[in-house]
């Protein structure tokens, strides 16, 4: 269903949600870092220059209408995908665009809390402060909403490229930073040491350039990456909570429940996500109430749980 389709009710009704989703989901985020700047936090500047060229970018790719001559989504050129039905305006789907603000929302609300810490001293695991981990996730979750409106304004092979990178940079780094962590306690050690900094910096770094390149040589490893990556981190964090189990050390034991939170919200936004997708029993083209839109808020708030569950290991 295109946007010939759409109704003067219905285009009204989508111009009012992506209203509202901007005023609150931009608007908080626009206070923290706001208030982030009034309380003296210059690390603040990094999540609002950051945010800012991401939607920037955003604003001249449909300024030049997506670049017309680069080639459509192979599954969304002939037919709407993840239901909501295509507009004929710049942005193609605006309830699906406007909901990524979820993951800047919890970036900036991420970033607040760290550079909290680090003005009041509180110190502790590797995600507590304004470590180079802390920094690093805040850049890679405030990523994954711009990446993710890239596609869903555009519909262009390049934007689905960019909406799959991020998830699949955020997945890298919460499987390295399990896997780092394990290292770090089988060695006796912390991953605050300068050593251990750079050794996941590094694996990070080319790690991530591998899978950027296989991301855009491959849509089928783009679609495997984030079930197969996504498991295998799953397995590696049991591991990680049922050795801080078996320790005795309070320091030492992590917040589980912030992990379980996670996939309680990841497991229920992708029920969501599948029963309204294109086809589901739950589509509605035409609604201003878009499951993948849901997908979108709830995943926003998994980025943060995970962040909490990071910060007490």
């Not at 991953?191 to 790690?207: E, K, N, P, R, S």
């Not at 086809?279 to 509605?284: D, K, L, Q």
């Amino acid at each position: 269903m295109n946007g010939s389709m759409l109704t003067s009710a219905d285009k009204r009704a989508r111009l009012a949600v992506s209203l509202i989703l901007i005023i609150v989901l931009g608007g908080a985020a626009s206070v923290i870092a706001a208030v982030g700047v009034a309380n003296g936090y210059p690390e603040m500047w990094l999540g609002i220059v950051w945010s800012g060229i991401l939607l920037g970018v955003f604003g001249i790719m449909a300024a030049v209408r997506w670049i017309p001559s680069s080639p459509a989504d192979g599954e969304c050129a002939s037919a709407p995908c993840y239901c909501e039905a295509y507009s004929s305006g710049i942005v193609k789907q605006p309830i699906n665009v406007w909901s990524t603000l979820a993951w800047i929302l919890s970036g900036m609300a991420i970033l607040y809390i760290v550079c909290d810490e680090r003005a009041r001293g509180i110190s502790g695991g590797p995600m507590t402060g304004t470590t180079m981990y802390a920094l690093l996730y805040v850049v890679i979750v405030i990523f994954m909403g711009p990446g993710s409106a890239y596609f869903h304004g555009s519909m262009k092979n390049w934007g689905g490229y960019l909406d799959s990178l991020s998830i699949h940079l955020w997945i890298l780094f919460s499987f390295l930073f399990t896997l780092f962590t394990l290292f770090t306690m089988a060695a006796g050690a912390t991953m605050l040491d300068q050593g251990w900094q750079v050794a996941f910096l590094i694996t990070f770094l080319l790690v991530g350039i591998g899978v950027a390149l296989i991301d855009w040589r491959s849509t089928g490893f783009r679609e495997n990456f984030s079930i197969i990556g996504g498991a295998i981190w799953g397995v590696f964090e049991l591991v990680v909570l049922i050795v801080l189990a078996s320790t005795n050390a309070p320091v030492q034991r992590a917040e589980w429940w912030w992990f379980v939170a996670a996939l309680v919200a990841l497991g229920l936004a992708i029920l969501i996500w599948k029963l309204s997708d294109t086809g589901g029993p739950w589509c509605a083209p035409r609604s201003w109430l878009q499951g993948h839109a849901i997908w979108h808020l709830l995943t926003g708030a998994v980025t943060f749980f995970v962040f909490l569950f990071f910060r007490s290991v």
